[in-house]
């Protein structure tokens, strides 16, 4: 049985947990965390090129093209150890990200997380993020004189626009257009690892963790 150092990226449809489960992989497995999102708010900081270039769309209120994202995210994971693992969250979202990330470095596992469009629009749709320090709850866990005001900070929680139900289902349908053909890319590489993701956070980490270690990455 293998004994190594995790190298996985997570994908899944909104509201699945990724972000949740990416942050819990990198401190239980010891391997950084890698966000898609973070790189390229970091290259923006800097003021380089690229950054610029993503920017300008940001601002226009379009996507950036692929080949803008794939040249900063693939600048930047080439500066990541694979001696060391990682757990990428955020990237690839298509096939043909899949096969430029294939081209600079190995994925061990493409871990799935599967939810229903009904299930993933009641969760998100009951997201609010405080106005302030951005953190977020969900009105399931709250009381209701909780829901109203951040439990951190004090400040007012709201629903954030693109947790409408008409948005909520296009990026579903992007989704499942888009990233969801990953499944069967990864499958055929044998690295495809899929979870049922509507269970509790603790429940879904437990299963996935079990299911690593039983393929011989080390803690």
């Known amino acids: 049985m293998p004994r190594k150092r995790l190298q996985a990226l997570i994908f899944g449809p909104q509201g699945s947990g990724k972000s949740t489960q990416g942050h819990l992989l990198s401190d239980w497995f010891g391997v950084p965390l890698t966000s898609s999102g973070d790189m390229i708010r970091e290259e923006i900081e800097k003021g380089s090129t690229l950054g610029h270039m993503v920017e300008e769309y940001v601002a226009s209120g379009v996507l950036a093209p692929d080949e803008v994202v794939n040249a900063i995210i693939l600048k930047?994971?080439?500066?990541?150890?694979?001696?060391?693992?990682?757990?990428?969250?955020?990237y690839p979202r298509n096939v043909e990200q899949a096969e430029s990330l294939d081209r600079i470095m190995k994925i061990h596992l493409a871990i799935q997380l599967k939810m229903r469009d009904g299930e993933a629009v009641r969760r998100l749709q009951g997201r609010r993020q405080c106005s302030k320090c951005r953190s977020i709850f969900h009105v399931d866990e709250l009381s209701p004189a909780q829901q109203k005001r951040c439990?951190?900070?004090?400040?007012?929680?709201?629903?954030?626009?693109?947790?409408?139900?008409?948005?909520?289902?296009?990026?579903?349908?992007?989704?499942?257009?888009?990233?969801?053909?990953?499944?069967?890319?990864?499958?055929?590489?044998?690295?495809?690892?899929?979870?049922?993701?509507?269970?509790?956070?603790?429940?879904?980490?437990?299963?996935?963790?079990?299911?690593?270690?039983?393929?011989?990455?080390v803690v």
Request: proline content about 1%; aromatic content about 8%.
């Open 151 to 217: 439990s951190l900070c004090g400040c007012r929680l709201i629903k954030r626009e693109d947790d409408e139900e008409e948005t909520i289902r296009r990026r579903l349908a992007s989704y499942h257009f888009m990233t969801e053909p990953m499944s069967a890319y990864y499958r055929e590489r044998g690295v495809l690892l899929m979870v049922n993701a509507e269970q509790s956070i603790k429940q879904l980490f437990e299963e996935i963790v079990r299911k690593i270690r039983k393929l011989g990455f």
């Open 76 to 90: 930047r994971l080439k500066e990541v150890s694979a001696e060391r693992g990682f757990v990428l969250d955020g």
